[in-house]
Nanobody, 116 residues
Framework: QVQLVESGGGLVQPGGSLRLFCAAS????????MRWYRQAPGKEREWVAT????????SYVDSVKGRFTISRDNAKNTVYLQMNNLKPDDTAVYYC?????????WGQGTQVTVSE
């Protein structure tokens, strides 16, 4: 079955960096675009970034442009989110997502907390 397992979250000070990982299994990873979303306390889940199946095309929500970079390694079935210059507003649970056959698949999420 499809599995997405996120890791790499943690507590970081404003201005710091984290790299998130999403290990995928149960489907042909290289055939699908991958996405990162996040959900802050009391807020709706928000799309953060998308990467095309070949890794060439990427897109970002405006609030993270220039600070976050999404990438993937199709040989390792892994998608990454490099987060630099983190701000308190980036505090959220970050989720990996893939959509196909009319269904959205999600991981369990990884907590990112940006605080002094």
């Amino acid at each position: 079955q499809v599995q997405l397992v996120e890791s790499g979250g943690g507590l970081v000070q404003p201005g710091g960096s984290l790299r998130l990982f999403c290990a995928a299994s149960g489907f042909t990873f290289s055939r699908y675009a991958m996405r990162w979303y996040r959900q802050a306390p009391g807020k709706e889940r928000e799309w953060v970034a998308t990467i095309s199946r070949d890794g060439i095309s990427t897109s970002y929500v405006d609030s993270v442009k220039g600070r976050f970079t999404i990438s993937r390694d199709n040989a390792k079935n892994t998608v990454y989110l490099q987060m630099n210059n983190l701000k308190p507003d980036d505090t959220a649970v970050y989720y990996c997502n893939v959509a196909f056959a009319g269904y959205d698949y999600w991981g369990q999420g990884t907590q990112v907390t940006v605080s002094e």
